[in-house]
């Protein structure tokens, strides 16, 4: 009886699936190190889990460690992960320049690393890049002000600022460079003017991303070019940390004496800047959905332990230095006070509650 009930399991296929299914979830025991690069922003926080939720339901083992955005507390952090049998690592770098003698390491032992977010530069010890478009997060953004100021009819008289990001996160150039390949045009034939003359990459650049650094420098600009009520009408920012430090410059220095608030742009609409969106603040932030990002990535590490081909859609873009780094590019999309119930909610990315 029992021998026939076999047999016909086999025949079905059926055997086969439970004994996978058995096998840790098909995973085999495999253990992988994810490396994020802090908690202080909701991002990484919801990445880290996100990551963590998937790769244990598809039965592997997480090693998840944050670094308070400092660089040799993630090299000591993944050294660890390498000594202690991870076999595969997913790291989004503090600094992508800094971990070519760590990730050395991973590389003599057999153990292959996915970049994740952000491109690790100038090592060969990346076998996969899993990211969002990051120049198309850019142009999204420098659209919104065009479409917004009305920069393609040809309107005129405007002045805007600009923020970017950390210049050790290979991103902060995509995100700058899609924002200004669209605005530029207009500062250069005068539909815009950059007041404080803050144009280039590395003086908007915002050292860690950090919101603080972000208001001090919003509020020198202000008391510099718009204390005498001179109007201002974007603020480029290229996420949503950085359009948080504007805002809080702008509220305490700006909103008492000028009778227009600014359109401001952002990127990953953490809660608090969905509430500033929603309270007028904000104007926009640029949607990247990490739950679709956590699941390429989980097919990467899939790729690597079965010795197959992950999927990627681009094998051009992303050079690190030393090789173009096969990539996953998610797509980014806009959320505004518009659109923000379809995206955010109805997606189940966030409550309304969480919202209030
Ligand atoms: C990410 C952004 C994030 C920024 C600051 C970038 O690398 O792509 O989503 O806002 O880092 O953490």
Redesign the pocket.
């Known amino acids: 009886m029992k021998k026939r009930l076999l047999s016909v399991l086999l025949a079905t296929g059926m055997v086969a699936t439970s004994l996978v299914g058995c096998t840790a979830g098909g995973a085999g025991g495999k253990k992988v190190g994810v490396a994020m ?1 802090t908690k202080d ?1 909701q ?2 926080n919801q990445d880290g889990s996100n990551m963590e939720k998937e790769l244990k339901a598809a039965g592997y083992t997480v090693d998840l460690q944050y670094a308070s955005n400092d660089i040799n507390t993630q090299v000591t952090q993944i050294e660890n992960m390498i000594a202690s049998g991870c076999d595969v690592l997913v790291i989004a770098s503090i600094d992508g320049n800094s971990l070519g003698t760590v990730l050395e390491k991973a590389k003599e032992k057999g153990i292959e690393v996915i970049a994740y ?2 491109l690790i530069m100038n090592t060969d010890a990346v076998t996969y890049y899993a990211t969002f478009d ?1 120049k198309l997060v850019g142009t999204k953004q420098g659209q919104y002000i065009e479409d917004q100021l009305g920069l393609k009819d040809g309107k005129s008289g405007y002045n805007m600022e600009i923020f970017t ?1 950390d210049p050790g ?1 290979n ?1 902060a150039k995509f995100f700058y460079d899609g924002a200004m390949e669209v605005l530029n045009p207009y500062i250069e034939n005068g539909q815009i003017t950059v007041p404080s003359n803050q144009i280039d990459f590395n003086t908007v650049a915002t050292a860690n ?1 950090a919101s603080d650094a972000a208001q001090a420098r919003m509020e020198a600009i202000i008391s510099a070019n718009y204390a005498d009520g001179t109007q201002l009408d974007a603020v480029m920012c290229s ?3 950085t359009a948080f430090g504007v805002t809080n410059a702008l509220v305490a220095n700006y909103a008492g004496n000028h009778n227009n608030w600014p359109i401001i742009t952002g ?2 609409c953490d809660i608090a800047n969905v509430k500033n969106m929603l309270a007028g603040k904000q104007s926009m932030s640029i949607f ?1 959905d990490t739950r679709t990002l956590a699941s390429q990535t989980v097919k990467m590490v899939d790729a690597i332990l079965k010795g197959t081909e992950a999927p990627v859609n681009d094998k051009e873009t992303y050079d690190n230095g030393v090789k173009v780094v096969p990539s996953y590019l998610c797509e980014p999309v806009f959320a505004d006070a518009n659109n923000y119930k379809e995206i955010l909610i109805d997606s189940k990315y966030y409550t309304e509650e969480q919202l209030q």
């Open positions: 690069p922003l991002r990484w977010d952000r990051n990001g996160d991103n991303w996420n949503d940390s990127q990953d990247k």
